[in-house]
């Protein structure tokens, strides 16, 4: 899943991957003094490999578009 992004600084368009956008909210989220996690996962249902990212705060996925994903195991 890939979205374009315009930027504001008129530098152009960027590509907003699943991993960049999670890692821009992730480090927002922290700036703002609270306390988010990064997931790393695959989708859970039958069919072709889908890997995503995702940001969780208080164990809530914050995006409807992030369910349906399980996350990487330590």
């Known amino acids: 899943e890939h979205e374009t992004v315009c930027g504001q600084s008129g530098a152009g368009a960027v590509e907003a ?3 960049r956008r999670s890692l821009l ?3 927002w989220l ?6 988010p996690t990064l997931h790393l996962g695959v989708t859970e249902r039958a069919g072709p490999f889908l890997a995503h990212a995702w940001v969780e705060l208080e164990d809530q996925r914050l995006l409807a578009s992030d369910e349906g994903y399980h996350p990487f195991r330590r």
Do not use: A, I, V
């Not at 922290?30 to 306390?35: D, I």
């Open 17 to 19: 991957t699943c991993l």
């Open 25 to 27: 909210l992730h480090g």
């Open 30 to 35: 922290r700036w703002r003094g609270l306390r």
